[in-house]
Every structure is written in structure tokens, then in C-alpha cells.
């Protein structure tokens, strides 16, 4: 088998087709070294964390970060101030069961799971692949084409394998973008209060209208060291015109757009979040415009999708590596029968994840709308209102932080 794509579906993908006793997997991953500034911060729900402990995918000493509450917040009323540390005026204290992870952490754990006999190909840009219902091939960059039983594409949101496999599905812009960053807790000592104003359980989300701005702590490179991580929606700036899958990635902003980012903060976000913000070097800040992209299915022939390749969910769900070793765990799983055939693993897999991906995706949306272009006037919000408000945005779906493994059904 081979897996396009090495990052963290490409890795869960990977040991899952080790697992089920392929002779050869090939991870073939366009990236010439370590991909630890592939990401910065993202969170698993304790839940599925364990889930996926138990089921063999991820370690139980996984280097994560712990949180428990989820603190929404927005600028004070004019004349009353954000309080005396300036984190503004509080609206809910939300229970928030999660882990957070540094990316390229949570992919290294990955891929020391791997199976050995794994081999990774870093630097191999597939330019094309194809088959039938016998056999699938890649195609690399310098023209060089290699058959396999199975090709999985784990390849992102511009996915070479998703084009193959339903040419018609393509990322569709939400109209607003994130900002993002992260960087070591140690600079939050430059701001008033320091990184004593901001416990180290609690996930902020600092409102205003027309977005917001969620930020957490996760672990750094270093065991014992924590990095700030921070994703602020917002609208498009004037000068981005996503009329195409892009960003912007970390170290290329001008001064000028890193200064609309530090006025966008000082002007929407209590003092102390804005310093949070402003504080990111600008080797570590980028801007990521907000997709979605649902495929109407996830094989064809013996080509298979998994990953942002299948499903792009906007970041508001707190799931997407959840969905990514979901993706694979359900191709393990759907392999696993010894009297099984390739259409039928194919039919399985695909039946199972479309559904979940169709699910995730539409509540990615809802949660958009409710919380960035149509939220409401958090200014007449409080706590039971605030509870009320995020209830009516669940409400048909299980979906928040990902689905319970093993789900096979879409809810009602």
C-alpha cells in the first residue's frame, strides 16, 4: 500500500495498513525533512483521547496538555473597564474536558508507533495517481510510476488523490479567515499580570462582533515546557483574495498586515488577549483562510481518501485530529475481517466515514454562523444565556470534539 501524505493522517493510515499485515507500505510525503512547523496547537476531547488509547492508536503517556474549563469572555461596557487584570468582562465558564497538543508533538508520537518496517520516502512529490478495481499507481514529479494493491491520499486539503477520486468536491471559502500563532509561555512575563492572570487549565475565548479569538496553552518541543497557542477569527482582510485553497505561512506577513493584526486585537479583545496576541513573533504568526470541503465519497476503484484530503471541518469543532485517526481507525477496522475482500473494506470504510464527514462538516458550519458571521450581541449575554446559545448549535448532533469511535450512523 501506499500512503500520500506523511503528517499526522498519514501516519495513523500508515500503521493501521502495517497493522493489518500489508507486505509493503510506502508513505510517500513531498516535505524533504521534519514537518514540526506543519501546525501549532490543536485539542482532543478526554473522551476520544481515551478511546483511541484503548484502541492502539495513540499512547497513554502522550505528551498533551490538560484543560478543564473554557472561559468566554468579551471587552467590558464603555465607562466600566475589563476588570483589574483585563481580561475583560466574564459571560460563561464553560466545562471543557480536552487535552491540547503541540502538532508536531502529537505527530512525532504518531510516527514512533509506526511499525519500522514503514518506510517513508521524505522529499516525494506525487504529481498523479490513478487505477482500477485490480490495482492503483502513483506518479511522482519526475515522471517515475509505482503499482500498489491500495493508494491512500492523506494528502490535505489540495489533495492529488481526492482529485482522482471525485475531481468534483473542492474546498469552499467561508468568508472570514484565522490568524494564528503560538510561541514559549515565558514571553507572557512582558505583559501586566503575567502568565499569573491566566490560569493554565482555562481555554479562552474572547468575543466581539464579527468573531473571536480562542487561546490555550499546549506543550512545547521540550518535555516540561508549555508554548502559548492562539487562533483569532476575523474578517477577510482587503488586500486576501482566496479565490483559491491558500495562506499565508508563518514568517511571511509584512510589517504592514502584522500591524492590522495588532490594531484588529488592541481594537476588539480585552487588554490582556490583545497583549496575548501582539505578543507572537512574526516567525510564528500566519493567517489561514476558513474552508469547508465535504467529499461525496472517499473511494473509487483502489483509491481511498482520509483526513483533510476527504473532509476539511472548520477549526470551531475541536476535531479534526480526532477525524484524522478516526479516518484510520475505521479503515483498520474495516480490514480487519479475515474473510473480507477489497470492495467490501472499500464499501465499509467509505459508508461509515462519509456520513461522519458530512456530519462534522455541516456542524463546523453551524458553529461558524452561531460564533463568528451571524453571532449575537454578546454585550446582553450572561451565563444562562450563554448555555441556552451553545446547547441550540448541538442540537442533532454529537458532534462537538469529535464523534465517540466505532460510530457507524448518523444522528437524527
Known amino acids: ?80 473597564g475589563d476588570g483589574p487584570d483585563g481580561r475583560g468582562r466574564l459571560l ?6 480536552f487535552h491540547s497538543h503541540h502538532w508536531a508533538v502529537l505527530w512525532q508520537a504518531l510516527r514512533e508507533r509506526t511499525p519500522a ?5 521524505p522529499g516525494t512529490t506525487v504529481t498523479a495517481v490513478g487505477g482500477d478495481d485490480r490495482a492503483a499507481w502513483t506518479e511522482d514529479a519526475d515522471g517515475g510510476r509505482e503499482t500498489y494493491d491500495l493508494v491512500i491520499g492523506t494528502d490535505g486539503y489540495r489533495s492529488v488523490v481526492r482529485a482522482a477520486v471525485c475531481p468534483q468536491a473542492a474546498p469552499e471559502y467561508a468568508g472570514y479567515v484565522c490568524w494564528r500563532g503560538s510561541y514559549d509561555t515565558a514571553l507572557l512575563d512582558e505583559l501586566p499580570g503575567g502568565a499569573a492572570a491566566w490560569p493554565e487549565q482555562e481555554c479562552v475565548t474572547a468575543c466581539y462582533r464579527g468573531g473571536q479569538v480562542v487561546i490555550y496553552r499546549i506543550p512545547g518541543l521540550e518535555p516540561g515546557r508549555t508554548q502559548v497557542n492562539w487562533v483569532f477569527y476575523a474578517p477577510t482582510p482587503a488586500w486576501l483574495h482566496p479565490d483559491g485553497a491558500t495562506s ?13 493584526l495588532q490594531q484588529l486585537a488592541e481594537r476588539h479583545l480585552p487588554p490582556y ?48 485530529a480526532v477525524k484524522a485517526l478516526q ?9 480487519a475481517d479475515p474473510a473480507g475482500s477489497w470492495p467490501a473494506l472499500l464499501a465499509a470504510y467509505d459508508r461509515e466515514r462519509s456520513a461522519a464527514g458530512r456530519e462534522l462538516v455541516d456542524l463546523g458550519r453551524t458553529l461558524g454562523r452561531a460564533q463568528v458571521t451571524e453571532a449575537p450581541d454578546w454585550s446582553g449575554m450572561d451565563a ?3 448555555a441556552a446559545w451553545w446547547q441550540h448549535q448541538l442540537t442533532g448532533s454529537g458532534g462537538f470534539g469529535g464523534h465517540a469511535l466505532g460510530r457507524t450512523e448518523p444522528s437524527a
Open 384 to 386: 444562562p444565556a450563554m
Open 327 to 335: 479516518d484510520a481507525h475505521a479503515f483498520e477496522w474495516a480490514g
Open 1 to 80: 500500500m501506499a500512503v500520500v501524505g506523511g503528517s499526522i493522517a498519514g501516519s495513523a493510515f500508515a500503521g493501521a495498513a502495517a497493522r493489518l499485515g500489508a507486505e509493503r507500505v510506502v508513505v510517500l510525503e513531498r516535505s524533504p525533512g521534519r514537518l514540526e512547523d506543519r501546525g501549532v496547537g490543536l485539542c482532543t476531547h478526554n473522551d476520544r483521547f481515551d478511546e483511541l488509547v484503548r484502541a492502539g492508536h495513540l499512547a497513554a503517556d502522550t505528551r498533551r496538555h490538560r484543560l478543564t474549563v473554557r472561559r468566554w469572555v468579551t471587552r467590558g461596557p464603555a465607562g466600566e
Open 273 to 320: 488577549w490583545a497583549g496575548v496576541v501582539t505578543l507572537t513573533p512574526r516567525e510564528r504568526t500566519l493567517l489561514q483562510p476558513v474552508y469547508d470541503l465535504v467529499a461525496p465519497h472517499r473511494t473509487a476503484g483502489r483509491l481511498l481518501i482520509g483526513g483533510d484530503a476527504a473532509t476539511v471541518v472548520r477549526p470551531h469543532n475541536t476535531s479534526g
Open 248 to 260: 499565508v505561512p508563518a514568517g511571511a506577513l509584512t510589517d504592514g498586515r502584522l500591524d492590522e
Open 92 to 97: 460563561w465558564d464553560q466545562p471543557f474536558p
Open 117 to 121: 518496517r514503514v518506510e517513508y520516502r
